[in-house]
DNA sequence: ACACTCTTTGTAAGCGCTTACATTTCAGTG
DNA sequence: CACTGAAATGTAAGCGCTTACAAAGAGTGT
């Protein structure tokens, strides 16, 4: 593989003339240009990514870490960042961290060590401090969907209370009384904000938010189907069924389906995400859009400004709203 | 950030001996290795990646390029790949290629940039010849689920003729005579052969596989409504439809469910991929398994084994052989 | 005490670039 | 034609590591 040297020797020039012309931000003259660019298809130059970035501690690659490398969540987010970024010539380095804190934390080390010259985390299971020591370092980082106190223009969230208030809503617009809702872990912020505005909803609705119509799920989608066994078994007379991600509205429509419930004349049910796969489903599934594109393509815009300079016309928000998605899996009472 | 320089300094002992404390691969005393690590500690020292890469000539990471970051198929392939390396220390570098002949190229060429040690390559759309060239040069290459002459131990491939051969037989099976068929871009390779395997399992069983039951679809959902919409149309006797791929029998089933017809009673529906969503469609979708998740442990063992020297158990396998997966979609005609 | 071997540690060259600074070139001027 | 200063190019240090080679220490046997 051809160094800058060997072109350097077949121009006719010194190396500081040839990484002059690979990085144009040095006149040279138009003559010695065209002696070096001839040099470099001549031998096939590429440079060393490596060597360029230990020379300028610039790596020209921001490191980006989901919490899984499938789903169609994370893909949509992977997809969209990396588009925005190699408009720019920036290129992403993809993690996952598992939704596990050693692994989250292992797979931020790792990107720090491949020296990424900013990082976009959707960081789930490391702590608030451990994330708020890494944005006051001199590493440039931003937060996806997660608000952490204090770090707040780092963040770029959803606001899940409101998602969780508009899905009940959605419901109790169709004259739903009896709601049931399966949630995920409690222990996440993000569904335990969604029950929240859940909670809103119909309290301001005048119904009452029973603890025992809720279901504490994983957000997968077998955690789905028990949450309607469990609901269907104890509240047969539930007419609306709430689930705090796609992926467990889908269990519950298998369940509810297996029960020989017909969606939505017999149950409705709500979603949140709007992943890909929930206008597969039968019926369409009703959701709540959760902007995931939205927030990766802020948090890319983000880097490119505070980072790379770019010039950005857009103005950079933090806070996305989430609104509801009318399919047909939620009908009048 | 600390540099081994300073960790050297603060333990009292020379560059090359935290070099070793770091690399293991040379013998240091107890008690110097102590100190040593002590020193680490202290300063919080995180090695510079690219430093080590530029001076070991070796980067610890394998560049994957597949077509899309999003979707299951890929989903799957990547989280595969990655957890595969990973347990032995080794990262992906993932690009995307978007099926457009010049962006793989390019993000081949960013891979090989960043000096990555090893590449794995889904690659659709450069050319046989450039291919062959890269697995020539001095960059372990390995290609998954595309087949070229002559590369065939570098190769990872589906039998795809097979695969549209167990589809077709599976719906003979069960009695159907007028098949439609919705099939990928016919320039694509895999394409091709499910739709050979596809006329061969016809023509066995008697069956005049004719062509204008056949419609040509883009592997995406949309094309799979546009299909149905065809075949329905012009050939309404049409019992079964086989589908190239599990996204485009989605489409079709939503379109087949808009225009009056039950599924699988009016008409049965086959995919093929077995990708994670095709259970959750209603009904649950009877297709083929491509073993994408093997293809893709067997290419990152390759890996491990041929380039990073990893004692592997398991035989490295190049073809693999897809499967009927039994569902509802598919019933006796 | 000495020669000899085996271990442990240090020295210094280099990986392929970037970039501050020094030097050369050359058009323009009086 | 010598002189000036801007533009173009060259020189060389250094980015943070690895590793071949050299040197020093620590045992051994006589």
Redesign the pocket.
């Known amino acids: 593989?051809?160094?800058?040297?060997e072109?350097?020797e077949a121009a006719?020039?010194?190396?500081?003339?040839?990484?002059?012309v690979?990085?144009g931000?040095?006149?040279?003259?138009d003559?010695?240009?065209k002696k070096v660019e001839t040099a470099m298809a001549e031998l096939g130059?590429?440079?060393?990514a490596?060597?360029?970035s230990?020379?300028?501690?610039?790596t020209n690659s921001v490191g980006l870490l989901v919490s899984e490398l499938h789903g169609s969540y994370f893909g949509d987010l992977m997809s969209t960042v990396e588009q925005a970024l190699k408009q720019y010539g920036k290129h992403v380095i993809i993690t996952a961290g598992h939704v596990d804190e050693k692994r989250e934390h292992d797979a931020i080390e790792f990107l720090k060590s491949r020296r990424c010259d900013a990082l976009i985390l959707h960081a789930e299971a490391v702590s608030d401090e451990y994330l708020t020591t890494l944005c006051k370092s001199d590493l440039p980082v931003v937060v996806i969907n997660r608000k952490v106190d204090g770090l707040d223009d780092h963040c770029f969230v959803v606001d899940n209370e409101k998602g969780g208030y508009l899905a009940a809503q959605a419901a109790i617009q169709q004259g739903h009384k009896e709601i049931g809702y399966i949630s995920g872990p409690k222990f996440k912020k993000d569904a335990s904000d969604r029950l929240a505005g859940h909670r809103r909803a119909l309290t301001e609705a005048g119904i009452e938010a029973k603890d025992d119509h809720i279901f504490e799920g994983d957000f997968h989608e077998s955690s789905g189907q028990e949450g309607m066994h469990y609901l269907k078994q104890h509240f047969p007379d539930i007419t609306a069924l709430i689930c705090a991600n796609d992926e467990m509205a889908s269990g519950a429509m298998t369940a509810a389906r297996e029960a020989g419930l017909e969606i939505p004349q017999h149950l409705s049910i709500v979603g949140f995400d709007n992943v890909l796969f929930s206008r597969y489903l039968y019926p369409k599934l009703t959701t709540i859009n959760n902007p995931i594109q939205s927030l990766g393509e802020m948090a890319a815009r983000w880097v490119l400004k505070n980072v790379y300079d770019t010039k950005i016309n857009h103005a950079i928000e933090h806070l996305f709203v989430p609104e509801v998605v009318e399919r047909h899996s939620l009908s009048k009472r």
Do not use: F
């Open positions: 593989m051809a160094t800058i040297y072109v350097s006719g020039v010194s190396l500081a003339t040839v990484s002059r690979m990085n931000n040095t006149k040279v003259s003559r010695t240009r130059y590429q440079p060393n490596i060597a360029q230990l020379a300028s501690n610039r």
